[in-house]
């Protein structure tokens, strides 16, 4: 896949350590920082984003979304799935409970909130604070078409991979670990 990079100008990427698992199928972050991904995907009514998320260090925004214009701005929001945090950004109906709970699954009908052409997968891990502790892990990333009334199997089959193009089965989104 194209370069991971920082997102949202100098003020959001301050103290910020990312890393990746061995094989590339995890994302960890760490201080106060936003990162994107190009991904040139539209989003249609059938789009779904599935992923694994968990947190040991609570910031003030935890979240994966979408992005046409690599700026930050206001409408940003509503293309947005904040999954913890103290602070109101986005679309929070996926929030997800961290008490000790481990790698949690999260399955986001992102075509039911919003559709057309996004250019960037965006990670948000945000603590504008002097010396940020939060802690964003993302891994198992998957970005696909799940038109209503199919099944598993037919949806995995038809799934469209961020790589682009069709595949035979799901791909789970790989990070490349060049520009961290």
Do not use: C
């Not at 301050?14 to 990162?35: C, K």
């Not at 214009?69 to 950004?89: K, P, Y």
């Not at 009908?109 to 504008?128: C, E, I, K, Q």
């Amino acid at each position: 896949l194209s370069r991971l990079r920082t997102y949202g100008g100098p003020g959001q990427n301050r103290n910020i350590r990312v890393s990746l698992s061995e094989d590339a199928t995890a994302l960890r972050m760490q201080g106060n920082g936003w990162r994107r991904l190009p991904v040139n995907y539209t989003i249609t009514p059938d789009t779904m984003l599935s992923l694994e998320f968990r947190s040991s260090a609570e910031g003030e925004i935890h979240a994966i979304g979408f992005d046409q214009n690599n700026q930050i701005s206001g409408s940003d929001r509503q293309n947005s799935f904040q999954l913890f945090g103290v602070q109101d950004w986005g679309i929070d109906d996926f929030a997800v409970e961290m008490a000790s709970k481990g790698w949690q699954k999260v399955e986001i009908p992102v075509g039911d909130y919003f559709t057309g052409s996004m250019r960037y997968l965006t990670f948000a891990n945000d603590h504008d604070v002097a010396n940020p502790t939060a802690v964003s892990e993302f891994r198992n990333i998957q970005l696909f078409e799940a038109p209503m009334g199919m099944d598993s199997a037919t949806n995995k089959a038809n799934a469209q991979s961020l790589e682009g193009g069709m595949t035979k089965a799901l791909e789970t989104l790989t990070l490349a670990p060049s520009n961290l």
